[in-house]
């Protein structure tokens, strides 16, 4: 364990920050998708923590649904769900991300989820 921990602090400090970005990118976009509730402002890490209890599901439900689209979710207490970025996640990944989130919205909300 200790080993994977000194590796990551001498050759994955810099790649943080560049997680931190790609975090704080998807946090601003999923702000847009009917349903969620996100705050970039308190986005200070890799990880983005949704609430989506307007999509009137679980969080267990909303996991499945999102991996069904290619997306990998985290179940959190409540109806919350968190995601990580890290260094296989690129800017470019952040656009097919929030399309599966709007297409799973639909899912959830059928016509209400149709929002800008």
């Known amino acids: 364990v200790a080993a ?9 400090v810099a790649r943080l ?3 931190h970005r790609h975090a704080r990118a998807l946090a601003e976009a999923l702000v847009r998708v ?3 509730a996100v705050n970039p402002g308190e986005v200070e890490t890799n990880m983005v923590f949704v609430n989506i ?9 909303a996991v499945r649904a999102l991996k069904e ?3 990998r979710a985290s179940e959190m ?13 690129t800017a470019a990944d952040i ?3 929030v399309e599966a989130f709007r297409r799973t919205a ?3 909300l059928g016509s209400r989820g149709e929002g800008p």
């Open 34 to 36: 009917p349903g969620l």
């Open 4 to 12: 994977c921990g000194l590796v990551a602090l001498k050759t994955m």
């Open 53 to 61: 209890a307007g999509w009137g599901a679980t969080s267990a439900e």
């Open 17 to 19: 920050e560049e997680d």
């Open 95 to 97: 656009a097919p991300a």
């Open 77 to 89: 207490p409540g109806p919350v769900i968190r995601l990580v970025t890290h260094r296989m996640i």
């Open 106 to 108: 639909r899912r959830f």
């Open 69 to 71: 689209e290619g997306v």
